[in-house]
């Protein structure tokens, strides 16, 4: 029985229609980048998706970034976060890494991964340290009067570990499913230059590096004690100024960020052996195992009768237990390679972030999920709802994510930053790419291995 007829019967019967009337689709007109790969799969992932709300929201949310997020200006090409028309590098490269498995034999897709390869490694020959950068001629930055070394085109510049790593894993993940070395010049050999440099620098072995940071503000997770962060021990983890949230780090060794970029170095190594460049490559896996092995060594401690992963350590004695929903997070390991879905330590650790040992887990009356301290108390973000679905094999855990993101769209028809527990119409950032993406990459993942849940 088709839609229409079910719910003409269902009025006639007097009953409550179990299907809810969508509206029409929400993809714009006149889209900002158009791929006939994406268009294909829509029509296909259409035919398979039985729940009517699901197949409307994943009709909306996945090709969001090629609908609304690409701008091309200047020679480049560029992938602005959503409603802040900036680009993020670890953004971009979420925003975009749904398409991967569509690229090959897809020319607008081989141009989109070529163009933003090159764009991430323009941004960060122009500054390394920056996480966020201005896309168009004219435009400046919102935080003229931090106190760091601000250069023109950038818009924040907020030291994340993650930023590079999300450099290396779009550069390696598109050579990997491609074949294509085309993007991988010189310039992209000087960008990983610059991102072994800087990385070599941020483990303070000898000094503190030459980055500073500071912001006027009254919240504390804006700026970094004295510009530099808390003291750590120099041990050769990565000292991370901000999370990938742009929060400030509490204990500046950031593992899931560290953790990112060892598996980035690791991979990234084989690109760069094929290009022909093997010193830079040993380098690359030289450093990715020695921050491997150093949070192995010094990130798991016991906690609640269980070994588990810190959040952060300063390597004198000092670990915070938390997670954030932004990637990379401690749930989302396994989703980035870091570690297996088996690991125990890996699962002991998820088991506590999922619960109110986590002190940015929420329950509530309408959801429970991972919260930030980057949005309101008590609001949870759907970005952690599908990581806990694309980090588990428990089809019926699955299975409550998909209900809790179909109940908590707020009639939109597209993720949102986060909402409130008690009431998901009060959302924060209506336009934000990178979450409808991962909606995106999720209902692809479930098609595959679940779709008796669609």
Known sequence: MKRRQ???????????????????????????????AVEAYLRQAGERIRDTELGWLFQNCFPNTLDTTVRESGGQLWVITGDIDAMWLRDSTNQVWPYLPLAPGDDALTRLFRGLIATQSECVLLDPYANAFLTQKGQTTPFPEDRTEMKAGIHERKWEVDSLASVLRLSHGYWEISGDSKPFGPRWVQAMQAILGTYRQQQRLKDNGPYRFQRRSSAPQETLWEGLGYPTARNGLLHSGFRPSDDATTLSYLIPSNW??????????????????????????????????L????????????????YEINGLSSYLFMDDPNVPSLLSLPYLGCCSLDDPIYLQTRELILSPINPYFYEGKAARGLGSPHTPSRSIWPIGICMQALTSKDAEEIRGCLQLLKSSHAGTGFMHESFDVDDPARFTRPWFAWANSLFGELVVQVLEQHPQLL
Request: positive net charge.
């Open 6 to 36: 079910f719910l003409t019967l269902a009025a006639a019967l007097g009953l409550s229609p179990l299907l809810p009337a969508l509206p029409a689709s929400r993809r714009p007109e006149r889209p900002s980048f158009r791929s006939p």
């Open 260 to 293: 990112m970029a060892a598996t980035g170095l690791q991979k990234t190594s084989a690109l760069l052996k094929q290009l022909g460049q093997s010193a830079l490559a040993d380098d690359f896996a030289q450093l990715g195992q020695q921050l491997r092995q």
């Open 295 to 310: 949070i192995l060594s010094q990130a798991v401690y016991s906690a609640h009768g269980k070994q588990i992963y810190a």
